[in-house]
């Protein structure tokens, strides 16, 4: 597995260090309230696990499944909920926890969905961001890492479902994607 990665962009030290720093702000954040966590499954999971450790406030949390891309790594444009939340949401303040964002189109989708189901609040972050990859307009409330426009892999991201327990961020061999 680790011979399929070309080049290691972000360290297991360097995604620590600031997944830290982000549960720190989103503790000041959410201050004497009690947010509903929601994880983007599948490739959210280990920052899902490593961030709400770092949040000192209570929370609840869910987890929501949607498909965009296959296994392909360009996205379709097409969102699909495979697995929706397990209860009401209603009047709660939501905070969205996303691997990466590229293009936008899940994000913008599924902060739609979420705010039509009248709740208090919906705010994003993300571990990742490609912001060169944007169609569509969609920021992130707090994003951890920039990236350049190249397919990652590793820390949940995966390639055709692989890859994801690589505890760094990588790039991977351009023989992988053709073999
Ligand atoms: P969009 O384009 O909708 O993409 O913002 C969001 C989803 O696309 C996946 N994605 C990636 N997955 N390496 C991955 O393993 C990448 O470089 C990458 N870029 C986008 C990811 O599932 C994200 O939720
Ligand atoms: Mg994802």
Do not use: W
Not at 126 to 143: H, I, M, Q, W, Y
């Amino acid at each position: 597995m680790q011979n399929d990665i070309q080049e290691i962009l972000i360290s297991q030290e360097e995604i620590k260090e600031k997944v830290a720093e982000l549960g720190q702000h989103l503790s000041k954040e959410y201050e004497g309230r009690n947010p509903l966590v929601i994880c983007i499954l599948k490739g959210a999971f280990i920052f899902m696990a490593d961030l709400v450790k770092e949040i000192t406030v209570p929370i609840e949390l869910d987890f929501m499944a949607v498909s965009s891309y296959g296994t392909s790594t360009k996205s379709s444009g097409e969102v699909k909920i495979i697995k929706d939340l397990d209860s009401s949401i209603e009047g709660r303040d939501i905070l969205i926890v996303e691997d990466i964002i590229d293009s936008g189109l899940t994000l913008s989708y599924l902060v739609d969905v979420l705010q039509r189901r009248n709740v208090k609040s919906v705010k994003l972050v993300t571990l990742f961001d490609k912001p060169s990859g944007r169609t569509v307009n969609l920021e992130a409330d707090l994003a951890g890492f920039i990236l350049p426009d190249a397919f990652v892999v590793g820390y949940g991201l995966d390639y055709a479902e692989k890859y994801r327990n690589l505890p760094y961020i990588g790039v991977l061999k351009p023989e992988v994607y053709s073999s």
